[in-house]
């Protein structure tokens, strides 16, 4: 499995961006297909978005569709998500999640290595 550390949370305002980082190690990131994951205090995890191995095709959660945008750079074994006009309901844990697979996808039963998260805080 691949080791996964995530990056960049932080308290930021509405309307704010911020862009998480997900640093792999172990094995190289061009061998699986990405995903960010969110839990909100109180709430199930939730799928937020999602990227081919080959980093062609993605899949946004329709809340976040037009204002986040995931990306990942082999080169640098990196998955990102740049997250923009962010709203109080962004609020919430923000995990990195890696699967031995092509194609992604949005449940979480995929992904077999996960990231400890980081805390994104969105005030209004």
């Known amino acids: 499995q691949v080791q996964l550390v995530e990056s960049g949370g932080g308290l930021v305002q509405a309307g704010g961006s911020l862009r998480l980082s997900c640093v792999a190690s172990g094995r190289t990131l061009d061998g699986y297909a990405m995903a960010w994951f969110r839990r909100a205090p109180g709430k199930e995890r939730e799928f937020v978005a999602a990227?081919?191995?080959?980093?062609?095709?993605?899949d946004y959660k329709d809340s976040v569709k037009g204002r986040f945008t995931i990306s990942k750079e082999n080169t640098k074994n990196t998955l990102y998500l740049q997250m923009n006009s962010l709203k109080p309901e962004d609020t919430a844990v923000y995990y990195c999640?890696?699967?031995?697979?092509?194609?992604?996808?949005?449940?979480?039963?995929?992904?077999?290595?996960w990231g400890q998260g980081t805390q994104v805080t969105v005030s209004s």
């Open positions: 999640a890696a699967a031995p697979t092509h194609y992604s996808g949005s449940y979480s039963s995929l992904y077999n290595s």
């Open positions: 990227i081919t191995r080959a980093g062609r095709s993605t």
